[in-house]
């Protein structure tokens, strides 16, 4: 039984459109998320986090959006750029088991010319 | 980027032999972990370490022993590889247990 939920496997954008990547959770103990970005033969890469305190975080192109009630998070990329093409994991842990991270399967992003 | 090597980066093993992948890291966190990526399953946390000599089970730990005798090496063995521990397997560390991790180049096994 799935935790967390990455709804569309891939995805494809113009370059300099928005991109947006969804994540459902079930479980409302989790209260801090991640988005992670994976490129091939390469470990993933740490974007950006947000804690359930807030309910959105900037860092410069990249924002994490996280609805409680709905228990989905999203990340905007604007504009979106060739070199974002890549698989994007989101992530979740709860406090009490901080260290244990919980990812999604994947959404592949391309971004066309 | 973080100072983490996976070791080897590729290996092609037979069913049935034991085989140890290790992950090195050069930051002095605290925290390790090893984690499977297969398709249609993102990543699964195998085991990780909170300190040396400590460690705990993650979500897919059966088949799976781990050690850390150093705060810079974790190793995962597996003591008698099967079909389906074919995987890429990534380590990770984070300095405390609320902070972001950040993962190794990975380790490609083969399981014939």
């Known amino acids: 039984d799935q935790q967390v939920k990455q709804n569309s496997p891939s995805l494809s954008v113009q370059e300099g459109r928005i991109s947006i990547l969804n994540c459902d959770y079930t479980?409302?103990?989790?209260?801090?998320f991640l988005w992670y970005k994976k490129y091939p033969a390469e470990g993933p890469t740490f974007l950006i986090s947000i804690s359930s305190i807030k309910d959105k975080n900037e860092d410069g192109r990249f924002t994490v959006f996280l609805n409680k009630s709905a228990k989905h998070l999203s990340l905007h990329i604007v504009p979106s750029q060739p070199g974002d093409s890549a698989v994007y994991f989101c992530a979740v842990s709860h406090t009490g088991t901080a260290s244990k991270l919980t990812f999604g399967t994947g959404t592949r992003l391309q971004v066309m010319l | 980027d973080a100072g983490i090597t996976q070791s080897p980066r590729h290996k092609v093993t037979e069913t049935g032999t034991p085989v140890t992948l290790r992950c090195h890291q050069t930051?002095?966190?605290?925290?390790m972990y090893w984690y499977r990526q297969d398709p249609g399953h993102g990543l699964r946390l195998i085991h990780y370490?909170?300190?040396?000599?400590?460690?705990d089970k993650g979500e897919v730990s059966d088949g799976y022993s781990v050690s850390r005798s150093k705060t810079e090496d974790f190793l995962l063995t597996l003591e008698s590889a099967t079909s389906s521990q074919t995987s890429v397997y990534f380590c990770a560390i984070s300095e405390s247990s609320y902070n972001e991790q950040f993962f190794g180049p990975g380790t490609r096994l083969t399981v014939l």
């Open positions: 479980n409302s103990m989790f209260d801090y």
């Open positions: 370490s909170y300190g040396v000599k400590d460690t």
């Open positions: 930051e002095n966190h605290r925290y």
